[in-house]
């Protein structure tokens, strides 16, 4: 798949616009991309592109106090970003389209879905087009656990690593050699 454009990138993220989940993206702008995601938390930071970003808290009280808010773990030195990698691990290209639908479910649980078999050859291409934005060679990073790598996302996920406040959140760094994504979502108990 070729690179998306403006208004499929777009399109592909309204997946998750009526979830609690924050999808954007930013310019890689240090040798350590765990650096760069302090940028991705922060509610004022615009996509690379100038494309649109899901962000269901913007212009919201929480937001507004506290941009980085619900993320808790802030990578802003050397030290706070290896501890945020510590809580993700490397998950291969081929894993990255069905957590990208994981995480636009209720629950964050493919199997919760209903319906999902009707709806899931539409919500994988969508996850396609954010893959598609990311050439071979990016890496991908998810808070799900040591055995990140071997998860089928299509199954329940049973643990995860919160970066947030909430008890739950599961998500994904997307890692290239100019940009570097995230699509994140929260459960709010």
């Not at 998810?142 to 739950?168: P, V």
């Amino acid at each position: 798949m070729s690179q998306p454009d403006e208004q499929s990138w777009s399109e592909a993220l309204g997946m998750y616009a009526r979830k609690y989940t924050i999808a954007k993206v930013v310019s890689r702008d240090h040798e350590d991309w765990a650096l760069d995601v302090l940028s991705l938390m922060h509610s004022g930071t615009p996509d690379a592109r100038g494309w649109y970003a899901n962000d269901p808290l913007a212009g919201e009280f929480e937001r507004v106090d506290d941009p980085y808010y619900p993320f808790a773990l802030l990578p802003k030195d050397a030290a706070a970003a290896d501890h945020l990698r510590g809580r993700v691990n490397e998950i291969p290209r081929s894993s990255v389209v069905r957590l990208l639908v994981a995480v636009s479910t209720p629950w964050i649980n493919v199997e919760k879905e209903q319906d999902f078999e009707l709806r899931r050859e539409g919500l994988e291409e969508k996850a396609r087009v954010i893959l598609s934005r990311f050439p071979e060679g990016s890496c991908f990073y998810a808070n799900t656990g040591r055995r990140s790598k071997e998860m089928d996302y299509y199954q329940r996920i049973s643990g995860c690593a919160t970066i947030s406040r909430h008890a739950w959140d599961v998500g994904l760094f997307l890692v290239s050699a100019t940009e570097v994504g995230m699509v994140w979502s929260f459960i709010n108990w």
